[in-house]
């Protein structure tokens, strides 16, 4: 399929990124949370009296999976509606749903005050979580890049990306201030509710700049046109899919499962694996925007190779240095860091390789649709494999070996990428194969 995808420099275009971005925080906010806080959520919801802590964090990252799996539900539906009625008002109820879930979180009962009924409440809300994220990629990057100006679509393009660092930041920022200021016995009884409550004026806050946001030109002027045959969407689908799929494992094994990995596998405490993630998430926030904008100049094939190759090398060495006492804090520190700034290097030209694949009739649906099917099975999944691999193994080296193969098998596909942007023009033309 071949795509011409042309940007528009409007008025409207800073309001599209921060209108586009902020649902994107919140929704990565909360899922950073609900990682973070994996092993207090297990005690809480998923431990009757006399089951393991192991098999509950196991049942906490399966609910945490089926929420992704909802996701390609919540694209093909949302993406849908969002190809013909426009991004505006999708995008408006996706923020409104995500909002109700997450904040209904921060209320529900344990399994101490409602039994089982408590773990079923819980699914229920990661499902309409999942229903409302797999809605917001796709419709975010249309306004973001149907609203950059020529030759700038990666550098719009990656603010989605950035957003998802800021949101794990404000995650894990928060989830550090509430270790440091409730003892565990108040942060286990009570204190993890507060930064699902927290949803709710920020939800608010998103929903307002989304009412004034206006509709993108580039939709409004080829919402007539026929749109491409199925069987080659669906193509650029799974090529889409298959792009990212690496940084959909990396992502989601250096920024997220960390955590608990730490505390689980290696004995840290619940602080330090706080302060690792939060290192993580800085190397992550630091290269997405650059790295965006090198794919405007560079293509975006050069930045995301050069940041799934580091992957495929680095990981086992990485968790090699992080298991060895010997090492100092600082240098471990420091190779947690710069694990996030080799995700950033794929993250940042993400989402606009992938708006490049789709023309406007379905790019919503397309898009969306590539992103939340990778995201399903490499992100969603991570946290369960790993866990339920390592306890099966005994092998601590397993996100390692996940996160780069994962990358290994992205490589052919970024390889069918143009090798360079195209200079000069107002049009990119990019053919999938």
């Not at 090198?294 to 094939?301: E, M, P, T, V």
């Not at 580091?310 to 060495?317: K, Q």
């Amino acid at each position: 399929m071949t795509v011409i995808h042309q940007g528009r420099d409007t008025r409207g275009g800073r309001r599209a990124l921060v209108a586009g971005s902020v649902g994107n925080l919140i929704e990565w906010y909360e899922f950073g949370v609900y990682g973070y806080f994996a092993t207090i959520i297990a005690a809480r919801f998923f431990t009757p009296e006399g089951g393991s802590e192991i098999e509950a964090l196991v049942k906490t990252y399966a609910s945490f999976a089926l929420a992704f799996f909802f996701r390609p539900v919540g694209a093909a539906f949302f993406g849908r509606l969002g190809d013909r009625v426009g991004r505006r008002p999708v995008l408006v109820l996706v923020i409104t749903l995500m909002t109700v879930a997450t904040t209904l979180i921060g209320v529900l009962p344990t399994y101490a005050q409602a039994g089982a009924l408590a773990p079923w409440l819980l699914t229920f809300l990661r499902v309409l979580q999942g229903l409302s994220a797999g809605g917001e990629f796709g419709g975010a990057v249309s306004v973001m890049t149907e609203f950059a100006p020529p030759g700038r679509r990666g550098l719009y393009g990656s603010w989605q990306s950035f957003t998802v660092a800021l949101g794990l930041l404000g995650g894990a920022g928060v989830a550090a201030l509430l270790a440091t200021v409730l003892t565990e016995e108040q942060l286990g009884a009570w204190g993890w509710r507060l930064p699902f409550l927290l949803t709710l004026p920020l939800g608010l806050g998103a929903l307002w700049l989304r009412l004034r946001l206006d509709e993108t030109p580039e939709f409004v002027a080829e919402r007539s046109r026929e749109k491409p045959p199925p069987r080659e969407v669906a193509r650029a689908i799974a090529l889409g899919a298959g792009r990212i799929m690496g940084w959909a494992a990396a992502g989601y094994t250096f920024l997220v499962v960390l955590p608990s990995y730490l505390q689980s596998s290696l004995g840290a405490t619940f602080q330090q694996a706080l302060v690792a993630t939060v290192l993580a998430n800085l190397g992550f926030a630091v290269t997405i925007v650059p790295a965006g904008l090198a794919s405007d100049l560079f293509g975006r094939r050069a930045v995301m190779l050069t940041g799934a190759v580091l992957v495929v090398v680095l990981s086992v060495p990485l968790l090699d240095l992080l298991q060895e006492p010997g090492v100092s804090n600082t240098v471990k520190g420091a190779a947690v860091c710069g694990a996030g700034a080799v995700v950033g290097l794929m993250a940042g030209p993400g989402p606009a390789m992938l708006s490049e694949m789709f023309p406007a009739r379905v790019r919503y649906t397309g898009l969306g649709l590539a992103y939340a099917l990778s995201n399903a099975v490499f992100s969603g999944c991570a946290g369960l494999i790993i866990t339920e691999t390592i306890e099966r193994t005994g092998s601590v080296d397993i996100p390692a070996y996940y996160a780069a193969a994962a990358c290994a098998v992205s490589v052919p596909a970024l390889l069918t990428l143009p090798a360079r942007r195209v200079r000069g023009a107002k049009a990119v033309e990019e053919r999938t194969g």
